[in-house]
């Protein structure tokens, strides 16, 4: 049996869309679990670059299944755009489906994100305004529509009625104009031909792969410090990143999971609001935001930069029950004189080595630091770990002694080819 999930261990953007393409190779079906288009996944590959934000990777490959499993919430535009253009660019090669319980999002959610965000000001979350939040909100309010309901014949009138709904809070609590429901419609209708037919019953397949020893790769959306109840609330995503939520997202058990990789990078970013003790805002963080491209891969945004946070990173590999670490970016420290970790926090005086990922609580926690030397060399042309320098070693040994777990994976470029496989 072989179920691997390849998991964000941080606040997204590890890399994770990187491994999973490369793993993807080594496995049947590759499926999302979880998250929406709020995800900007990054594959570069033989020469051209993708950026997946709902589609798994493993479409790039010839008879592999991709699914879109009951977890994840489908922005219906987004995912008819994304199909038409890997069509066209003739690398749709892989067989695609979305699960019939999957949620939809349809442009009032990103809609009512966007009034959402404005309303909260100074407070705002800094969300991708990509519909997410209330698509999931819709849900477990029990009013979302789902994929299943593209067959029927009343979805037109859903879409319209609950815009309509919509439109009661847009104007009589957040003071905006109304939508036009016709106008929602028409940019719905037209992806309805395209995707329903890839509607399926996922949870079936899922289980009979399973039973079939076909084997299997969670790509995971996110990270675990944006996770819903285990990040930094309210400064998360609105789904479960961690390995439960490949769980609860596919129809997979606990029996089914072998292998459970955490995608880190070698330092620390987030984007968007939220505490970020390690956060480096001087010349040093500059350094990664630039020679790391830290810009968003869906909004644009730069991306706030800083030291690797091995506390969190515990809680991460705890809570997602991680068998090893895939380490990305470690050429983005290239040029260092010296690297700083994350060991433990101070507050209040008190020596802290579990994080309190309470917002609050974060914030005034102070990390205690350990510095390491950097190895000042151009890593980025290195492919076996017997060439690494010996520093570069030590900072990778480092990291898998605080964690308890091996680093099997380092990532030391974007392209596909710039990994080094330990073992
Ligand atoms: P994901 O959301 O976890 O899939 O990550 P993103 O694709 O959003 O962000 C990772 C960014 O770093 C992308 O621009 C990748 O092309 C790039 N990247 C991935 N691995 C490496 C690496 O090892 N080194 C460098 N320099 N860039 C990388
Ligand atoms: P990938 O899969 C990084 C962040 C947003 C915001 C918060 C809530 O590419 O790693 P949302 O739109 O989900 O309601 O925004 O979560 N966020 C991400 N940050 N990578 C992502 O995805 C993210 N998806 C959401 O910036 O802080
Ligand atoms: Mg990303």
Redesign the pocket.
Known sequence: MSVTAVI?AQW???????LAHILAADNDIILRYQGGSN????V?SEGQTYKFKLIPSGVLYENKLALLCDGVVVNVVTLANELTELQQRGQLKGELKISRHAHLVIPVHCQQDVYFEEAKGPRAIGTTRRGIGPAYADKYFRVGLRAADMLNGDFGARVRAMTKRKNVLFTGYYGKQEVNPDEIWAQVEPTVAVLAPLVDDTVQLVRNAVKANRPILCEGAQGTLLDIDYGTYPFVTSSHPVSGGALLGTGLSWRDLSRVVG?SKAYTTRVGAGPFPTEERGPEGELMREA??EYG?VTGRPRRCGWLDLPLLKYAAELSGFTELAL?????LDDLDEIKVCVAYERDGQRLDWPDLDPHELERSTPVYEVLPGWRTDTSGIRAVVDLPSRFRDYVGYIEQYLGLPVTVI????DAQ?TIFCS
């Open positions: 964000g997204g953007d590890e890399g994770k869309g990187k995800a900007g996944h990054t570069i995608v790391g491209a891969t990305t970016k470690t050429d983005v990532s030391v470029g974007a710039a």
